[in-house]
């Protein structure tokens, strides 16, 4: 599950393809119209290498990071079922991670390199998974919400143009189609559920909205730079139009339950297009900066446990083993 | 010392500033390419990789990673270095000539020919 890799809107279009082969640009970008995939020992822009990459290892580990929040609930799950269905969610998780890493590393950076990145805080991952969960209702909202928007995000990639990319994001929306229908069947047994349930529940999505709302990124506005990134099929859609999908799916869902989603301006306009309260950036900004409830513990935790599992991989390892980047 | 929210992270005990030593390269171990077959009759095919010191540990990745569903009867798995691999910029290898008709089913017209001889008859 994840939102949206953050790209710097800082970065200058002219600078990305700045000192490329004429040439070889234009067989690239005529094999991306035609609808071809992108393999990894093809020719590719040097800036096409460094988004994917940024983009497919802050995919990785917004699956790693996330799998912190919902694994806090395996053995509070109420019902022997719920705990299995959620550990097998967080299983898949951790498994996109893998398939995301391996994708990465075609393009040349090393699985160590970029856990080494994320660790030291340096790499950044969805935003989202820096607030906590505080009662089962809000694995329960995550499970529904956050899956759906990851889901908009990552079939909209699906159809990129980098091959390794859109192999492994088809293998992860086939699983998650589960982790959306179990998050919703939570959701719903709360909401049809006893006064305090649907308390509950009402409260976790109160929580969960603005986060929700920050899932797909800020609005980015159509620049040279986007525009190319579209045109490499690395971004297939904006920031805004995946946010007015996830709401034209999704907010009847909700209201469906009887749930009261906390911004008073939430409607659909006339055009069809959903008009909202502008979600606080500058909130957003400072938790993907660091400044969030749990981006410490988060961090924290994940060096334990590379930390902890450190002998084994020694152990394991031979002096014959030899890493060269994976082929596809 | 992390009072969470995770009873098991605050029963770790982990500190909030507990900086470790970057992985070393081969921390993560080589890679291995996972091939799977779907179903008994059909051709084994690539699925992705796995990270893995040997190859029984290659297999129960590839298994855990690649066939946790019942998607597979048949796993193999091969360290991407043992693969010999054509590169892309010479896919020309693979391109073929016209005059290759010889080796097409289309290349044989047999019709006018018996159509001519029927005619004669």
Known sequence: MYGNAYIDPNDKAAAMIANEDPQKLEAFEKRIAAGEKIEPKDWMPKEYRKQLIRMIEQHAHSEIIGALPEGTWITRAPGFRRKLALMAKVQDEVGHAQLLYSAAETLGKSREAMINDLIIGKSKYSNVFNYPAFTWADACIIAWLIDAGAIINQVANAKGSYGPYCRALDRICTEESFHLKYGHDNVVTLATGTQKQREMVQGALTRWWPPIMHFFGPSDKISNHTEILMRWKVKMASNDDMRQQFLNMYVPKIWDLGLVIPDPNLKKNEEGVWEYTEPDWDEFKKVINGGGPCNAERLAVRRNAEERGRWVREALNTTESKYIVPLA | ?121
């Open chain 2, 1 to 121: 010392m992390i009072k969470s929210l995770d009873p098991r992270v605050t029963r770790a005990e982990i500190e909030i500033e507990n900086p470790i030593a970057p992985l070393n390269e081969l921390d993560q171990w080589e890679t291995y390419e996972v091939f799977h077959q779907k179903k008994r009759g059909d051709q084994h095919m690539h699925v992705g990789i796995v990270h893995a010191p040997n190859a029984e540990m290659a297999f129960l990745f590839g298994k855990e990673q690649y066939g946790r569903r019942g998607f597979s009867v048949n796993i193999w798995v091969v360290k991407t270095r043992d693969v010999f691999a054509s590169e892309y910029d010479d896919s020309d290898i693979f391109d073929t000539v016209p005059e290759k008709q010889y080796r097409e089913a289309g290349g044989y017209k047999v019709m006018e020919k018996i159509n001519k001889y029927k005619k004669g008859v």
